[in-house]
């Protein structure tokens, strides 16, 4: 019997029998000729048949059971309506999960207790702090905290933290984050970008900062292109950043070098030689100039291999082609 059968079963309800007498195989044929399906069927002595039959069956049998002179008995009562009926008659029991089931419902659907992982003294103090500004708090919604969004808002609150991960389980909420290296700090720490040379500004292309140039201006070298601070008359709000971006100009420059009055290069003389080498497993066969015949020379090899359907065959062939190549002064 399938799990789906035996939860059909029970949804609908069942009794386990006990028969007993000498005319039992005359009693399950009458039970059968009757439309009563007898289940997990045993016998437990020569005279006494036990059975599962389902609930709403059970008073057919009394029929077979004249008929073939055996006394039918219920021996046990399985399934939902009989739970059902039990509960009926217990209704504080009943009211009493009711609201077992509303209270877990209602506790399950807050955040009780808020964990911080990762870091420690004044960065947890301020990140705990953050999280009570965002509403992620003992006692909020769950429905209410979006991890995804809480993650994001804290990285642009604390600019301290290299990453953070929230998530929610069960009824807590568990803040996983990392500080920033030494190193990292001092590069988010806020600046200028300068100009590292002379020159004549083409184009300002301002990622993050204030620009203080525009094209068609001159500017000299360590003048600031583009500021971390907020000029007078930004927003509201604004805050130092660490300015980022490209100023591209044109620039003077002078440069001095040294060459020698030789130049030795290598250039191709238009001769050329090429040979085959075909590969069967561990056998080769080698056609035509598959060493180089010249003592300067520039090697090209070209592989080939079957077609996809007998690419599992062990056979390749590579074309080396050798160019000579002659010194010029």
Same mark, same amino acid.
Do not use: K, N, Y
């Given at each position: 019997? &399938?799990?789906?059968?035996?939860?059909?079963?029970?949804?609908?309800g069942y009794v386990v029998i006990r028969a007993a007498g000498e005319g039992l195989p005359a009693f399950v044929n009458h039970a059968s000729r009757g439309g009563v399906e007898l289940k997990r069927v045993r016998r437990p002595g020569r005279q006494v048949l036990v059975a599962q039959v389902a609930a709403h069956q059970y008073r057919r049998l009394r029929r077979p059971a004249r008929q073939a002179g055996v006394s039918v008995r219920v021996v046990r009562r399985r399934g939902l309506p009989f739970l059902l009926q039990r509960l009926a008659r217990r209704p504080g029991l009943l009211a009493g999960a009711a609201v077992a089931a509303a209270i877990m419902a209602v506790l399950n659907s807050r955040i009780w207790a808020v964990?911080?992982? &990762?870091?420690? &003294? @004044?960065?947890? +103090?301020?990140?705990? /702090? @953050?999280? !009570?500004q965002m509403g992620v708090r003992p006692g909020a919604a769950r429905s209410l905290v979006e991890p995804r969004q809480v993650e994001d808002q804290l990285l642009a609150t604390l600019p301290d933290l290299a990453w953070v991960d929230v998530r929610l389980e069960g009824s807590r909420a568990v803040v996983e984050a990392r500080a920033r290296r030494d190193e990292q700090r001092r590069d988010l720490a806020p600046g200028d970008l300068v100009?590292?040379?002379?020159? !004549?500004?083409? +184009?300002?292309? /301002?990622? /993050?900062?204030?620009?203080?140039? @525009?094209?068609g201006d001159v500017v000299r070298r360590g003048q600031v292109l583009v500021s971390g601070r907020p000029p007078l008359g930004a927003p509201p709000g604004a805050r130092p950043v660490r300015a980022a971006g490209r100023v591209y100009a044109r620039v003077w420059a002078e440069g001095f070098a040294q060459s020698g009055l030789e130049q030795r290069i290598e250039r191709p003389s238009g001769r050329t030689a090429a040979g085959v080498v075909v590969s069967a497993g561990p056998w080769q066969l080698r056609l035509g100039a598959v060493d180089p015949p010249f003592l300067r020379f520039r090697t090209q090899v070209s592989r080939g291999r079957l077609p996809a359907p007998l690419a599992w065959l062990p056979l390749r062939w590579d074309r080396v082609v050798h160019q000579e190549m002659e010194e010029q002064r």
């Open positions: 019997m &399938g799990l789906s059968e035996r939860l059909s079963d029970w949804v609908r964990e911080v992982r &990762g870091v420690a &003294g @004044a960065e947890a +103090q301020r990140l705990r /702090a @953050a999280l !009570l100009a590292s040379t002379d020159g !004549l500004v083409v +184009q300002v292309v /301002a990622a /993050a900062g204030w620009p203080l140039v @525009a094209p």
